[in-house]
């Protein structure tokens, strides 16, 4: 079969008439099949170059034609421009063109107006599409493979049309971006409108709806051009150093991410700061940097935690881990994190009183053993995450992921009306706190924005607050050290 691609200027006249004189070919020979590429006039040495150059030709004038070996496996040969194709079409198949100049040159007048038009519509089609931006930072993570594929999704935006995808890794290479892309891509999910990857800051968080910071590997970071370890050796040698490079890191990334998304995400924009490390933190640098953001639209995800404990208790009482409800995570989320099941139900509970599928007993009626809920089941939820890691070498991607997703169906409102959820947000005024902290607390989801949940605060769980309070500006202290240094400065 012969397979000719004729591609030209859109306002030359030999193009136009090379057109014709394929489509007659195309008509007649059965064999005979072509394929067109217009070209507007201020794109067409750009265009000529490059593609002469990927194919090594040489060919200077409109329009080209060349001949695809689809059979055979090759390359495109090259046939030349219009006189080479009538010449071919003479030779081979006995038909030639008698079109005059200005039949010529009305067609191919005609070919450009058309070319404008379908790119006036194309652009008045694309105008009309309205994509949801959600950017991933740290996008090579295990935590973002598990999430792309439910992000793209009605049911966590069931308000968006298509979803542009932007993954940002700053650590990342390009290479392994670009295979995440196309596995994306390879999804073939409708609402995934487009892909882009992002290995610096230049376009970051721009236009952005949703932000999903996942940034967990701060070894592999530097500070003042100097590599620093993070393992175990390491750390009991120089620990304090360590944390301190750790810390700075942190800081100058999360810095500048606040100023990104102050200056150039949505004022709506929802933001989810998840992990294991420095989670409160992270969020509360945000925080001082996107003045212009509501702070109501940024959280730090503590879901995890609440369904690991939730897991932990359904072993404890032979239930499944769905079956335990209305467990809260109060506190410093990396830290000192206190789980409350003062207001926790058991569905299915195998006891005394045994009732339908709907019916739930209060934890505190069907379980006594309010030492072992204080003491040992805080350690066990402390050191699931520990366990996890030591096995697998990483945290858990998994769990991190549903916590997001979950978060992120609560937030659109694709969840039961008043349910709880333990989240870290900036919460002024309450608890008796200092300014600018970030705790995890219960909260519920109304309207497309949180509130802090109802309960009673006993003068115990104050007190852990307080804890917790401590803890979280005891890691801001050198922060802010360095700030005080630069005035004085």
Known sequence: MAKFVLAGK?????YAKAELLADALQRCLPNFSIHKISILPDDWLEWLENTCQANNWKHEESPVIWRELVEQGGKGMLLGGFND??????????????MTMDTMLSI???????????????????SLIKPLHLWISSALS?????????????????LASVISLHLLDLEGDEEDLQWLKMSAEDLAIPMLHQV???????????????VLLLDENWASLSV????????????SVDEPENREKKMTVITDIYNEYGKLINSRANEEVKVIVAGDSFVNLRCSLLLDKAERIE?????????????????????????????VTNVYVWGNISGSFYVDVRRTNVYNFDGAIIGPSFFSQPILTIFHDRKWLETVFQDLVRCQRAAVAEKTCQASAMSNANGVLTILRAWNGQCTPGRVFSLGVLCPGSFDLQEGIVLSVPVTFTDDKWSLFEVNVSYELNERLQVSACELLTEREPLSEDYDDELDI
């Open 196 to 210: 882009t990857i992002h290995t610096d800051l230049e376009l970051a968080f721009q236009g952005a709806d949703v």
């Open 108 to 126: 191919a007048a005609e070919n450009l107006a058309a070319q404008l038009l379908l790119m006036e519509e194309e652009a008045h089609r694309l």
């Open 10 to 14: 859109t306002d030359c006249p030999y």
């Open 295 to 323: 702070t109501h639209r940024f959280v730090a995800m503590a879901t995890h935690l609440e369904n690991e404990a939730r897991s932990i208790l359904s072993k404890k009482l032979k239930v499944m881990p769905s079956d």
């Open 142 to 158: 295990p935590t973002s493979h598990f999430l792309i594929p439910n992000l793209l999704s009605a049911k966590v935006f069931p």
């Open 224 to 235: 003042s051009g100097e590599e620093w370890s993070n393992d175990s050796d390491a750390e």
């Open 85 to 98: 194709f009538v010449a071919h079409c003479l030779e081979y198949y006995n038909i030639t063109s008698d």
